[in-house]
C-alpha cells in the first residue's frame, strides 16, 4: 500500500544527490498526492493529475471552460495565456511581455 509519510520520510535516503531545495519540493509534491497518488478531475473527463495544483489549473483553464485568450492577429483562442504567447512569438514573430 502507498503510504506517503513513509515517502516523505524517506526522501533523504532515497535521493541523496538531490540538492536540499528540491528535496523540500519533492516532499511537498508528496503531501499533496492523495492516498492514490493520483487527482482525478471530478468532471469525468478522464484526465488524472499527480499533484492537486495540476488538477486545480485543468479545472481553472481546460475542463469545460471557454478559452478565455485570443490572438490579436489570427483571432485564434487558447485556454491559457502561455501558449498564446507562444503562439504570437512562433507563428507572427511577435514578442509579448
Not at 12 to 17: E, K, L, T, V, Y
Amino acid at each position: 500500500m502507498f503510504n506517503i509519510d513513509t515517502m516523505i520520510e524517506n526522501v533523504d535516503n532515497a535521493f541523496p544527490f538531490l540538492h536540499v531545495s528540491s528535496k523540500l519540493e519533492l516532499k511537498r509534491a508528496y503531501r499533496r498526492s492523495n492516498e492514490e497518488g493520483t487527482f482525478e478531475c471530478p468532471n469525468g473527463c478522464g484526465r488524472t493529475y499527480h499533484l492537486k495544483n495540476s488538477l486545480y489549473k485543468h479545472l481553472k483553464f481546460d475542463c469545460g471552460v471557454e478559452k478565455q485568450f485570443e490572438c490579436h492577429v489570427c483571432r485564434k483562442q487558447f485556454s491559457r495565456k502561455t501558449s498564446m504567447r507562444n503562439h504570437l512569438f512562433l507563428v507572427h514573430k511577435i514578442i509579448t511581455n
